[in-house]
Structures are given as C-alpha cells and as structure tokens.
C-alpha cells in the first residue's frame, strides 16, 4: 500500500502484491468479514480524506490473510507567495499585496493562515500569536489555493516585510517572508 499522489484535497493510495493465485481485498477505516472489496494489483482506490485508514488482504476463497494497511498523511507544507502594487513608497501610501496560498494534499486551512507586516527580514516562526496582522477570508471555495488581496497602509517610514503563515489542515505550517518594502 502506498499513497500515489494527491487530488483535489483527496488521496489516492495504490494497492499491489507480488503475490499469485490469491484474491486481493481492501477496507476503508475498518475491519470486518463481510466489508471487503476486491481489486486487481497495481489499482488505486481514491477519494481518500486525510486520517483515513486503508487494509489490504490476500484472500484464498475460504480466509485472508493478516492485514497490511496505510494511513493517509499529509506531511508536506503548503506554500504561499506575494505581489506587490508598489515597494518604494511614501508614508501614508496604500500598497495592494495579492497573496496566494496553496497546499495540494490535504488542503488550507484557511482559518488558521495569518500575516504581519514588521521590520525583521528574518524568520519570525510559525506560532499563530506571532501574526498579528490579521487573518484571511475564510470565504473560499477552494481549498487547494487561495488567493487574497491585502491593502497595508505605510504609516511610517522604514523598510517592511509581510510574513505569511500558511497553515494546512493535518497541522503543517509554513512562514513566508515577502521581499521589502521601502517607505520613504
């Protein structure tokens, strides 16, 4: 068993054996006599959610053998990235930022990505209290990427930076620091 790829916010897990002259049976999140499925070596079963565990078993027609199984993880983090309207501002200027966030395996977790807009050009980490910026709409259709438009307005002078938290939903987080900034 193993998970070939994702799609769509769903996991797609591969099943083969190497084995002859048996039948090969799966189950989803469970383990009971009369819930198998049979399927050929090499075929994929999809539309898995993120947690859900897959059993596979060689099957001779009277018992199965022990089980072999799989849980579907996610354990890659999303991404996100950033354009700017403007980076050499004058203080009291509105700068549009278009932020996109993707993750395509388990999806965004939208609710939980936040921003802050500070002076370090270095990472700041990934503990949510961090991002006191704001949050993003949670009013997305679309799980896999999200795209948002931020207006930050450059009420001093200095050099910025926008840190993106992106956060998916098995728990992966990533930061994400923009190019600078300059207020003059």
């Given at each position: 068993l193993s998970i070939q790829k994702w799609e769509s916010g769903t996991a797609i897990v591969v099943i083969t054996t190497s084995e002859t002259g048996f039948t090969?049976?799966?189950?989803i999140d469970a383990v009971e006599d009369d819930g198998w499925t049979d399927i050929t070596s090499g075929n994929t079963v999809s539309g898995l959610r993120l947690g859900q565990t897959i059993?596979?078993?060689?099957?001779n027609g009277t018992e199965g053998s022990k089980t072999a199984d799989i849980t579907v993880e996610d354990l890659d983090a999303p991404s996100a990235s950033w354009l700017f309207t403007d980076t050499n501002v004058t203080t009291g200027a509105?700068?549009?930022?278009t932020i996109v966030q993707t993750d395509a395996e388990s999806g965004l977790n939208i609710t939980e990505c936040r921003y802050v807009l500070n002076?370090?050009?270095d990472e700041i980490g990934t503990d949510a209290s961090l991002y006191t910026g704001g949050?993003?709409?949670?009013?997305?259709?679309d799980v896999i990427m999200n795209t948002q438009e931020l207006h930050l307005t450059m009420e001093t002078a200095g050099t910025f930076?926008?840190?993106i938290l992106t956060v998916d939903n098995a728990g992966n987080k990533k930061e994400t620091i923009s190019g600078?900034?300059?207020v003059k």
């Open positions: 090969l049976q799966y189950q059993y596979a078993r060689l099957f509105r700068v549009a930022a002076t370090i050009s949050a993003f709409n949670d009013n997305i259709e930076y926008l840190h600078a900034i300059t």
